[in-house]
């Protein structure tokens, strides 16, 4: 006898176990109500839990549709049972509510934090776009100077050449008055003995006529009064 009723026992065990669902998954007490969580899968179970309030998340593990209960684990790691019909897989208005205004409050202090960073990058562009006017001014400024400095550069060259050409035309002068120079010293010289030879020419001339004068002498004729 004693068999058969344990053998009855399992069967009955059996069978509720092959309606109740292994289930690891969150599971929230659904909107305005507070669920008591109780031992066992009836209202004639011990109570554990008072009463959940609304929103309260717990750990779905167990899930019995037949009987209407689930197996619940609350964040303080409480187990018990709780009607199926009070839990929800979504979390209720309430918590979606106060997730929707902690999300606006989260957008809201980024599009904070956003406008400073765009006022900021704004100014940022402004300097940028500043400093790179004065870069582009100070690029113009240097390009003219260095065409300035080129033209320089280039009359300086032509400068150097032209006074090259100056030196050797000076050198060339210089030869040529050096040259005209001795010409000169050669043709006084040549004229000083001409004028040498001109003198002893001279005083030959003068030795010669003194020599020969006295024979161009008229002789006195006697007068014929005389006689």
């Known amino acids: 006898m004693n068999k058969l009723c344990n053998t009855f026992a399992a069967a009955l065990i059996a069978l509720g176990a092959s309606h109740t669902q292994a289930i690891s998954s969150d599971r929230y007490i659904t ?12 209202n004639e179970f011990r109570i554990l839990h008072s ?14 549709p037949d009987t209407g209960w689930a197996r619940v684990r609350t964040p303080g790691g409480e187990e018990g049972w709780v009607r199926r019909q009070y839990l929800e897989s979504e979390p209720v208005a309430k918590i979606k509510l106060a997730q929707a205004e902690a999300r ?9 934090d956003l406008g400073g960073e765009v006022r900021r990058l704004e100014d940022t562009n ?17 390009a003219r100077e260095l065409k300035e400095l080129k033209s320089l550069s ?9 006074h090259q050409k100056l030196l050797n035309q000076h050198e060339l002068l210089k030869q040529q008055q ?12 040549s004229e000083t003995r001409k004028w040498y030879m001109y003198g002893a020419l001279s005083v030959l001339m003068g030795a010669f006529l ?9 002789r006195k004729r006697h007068s014929e009064w005389a006689n």
């Open 104 to 112: 606006l409050q989260h957008v809201e202090s980024l599009q904070g």
């Open 178 to 189: 050096t040259m005209d120079k001795a010409e000169i010293q050669r043709l006084a010289s």
């Open 154 to 162: 280039a009359d300086a060259v032509a400068l150097n050449q032209r």
């Open 51 to 64: 009463g959940l309030p609304s929103g309260t998340k717990l750990t779905l593990l167990e899930d019995s």
């Open 31 to 42: 909107d305005q109500v507070h669920v008591p969580m109780r031992s066992g899968q009836g």
């Open 210 to 218: 003194a020599m020969i004068a006295p024979h161009f002498r008229p």
């Open 126 to 142: 402004n300097k940028l776009s500043a400093d790179l006017q004065a870069t582009q001014e100070r690029a113009d400024t240097l």
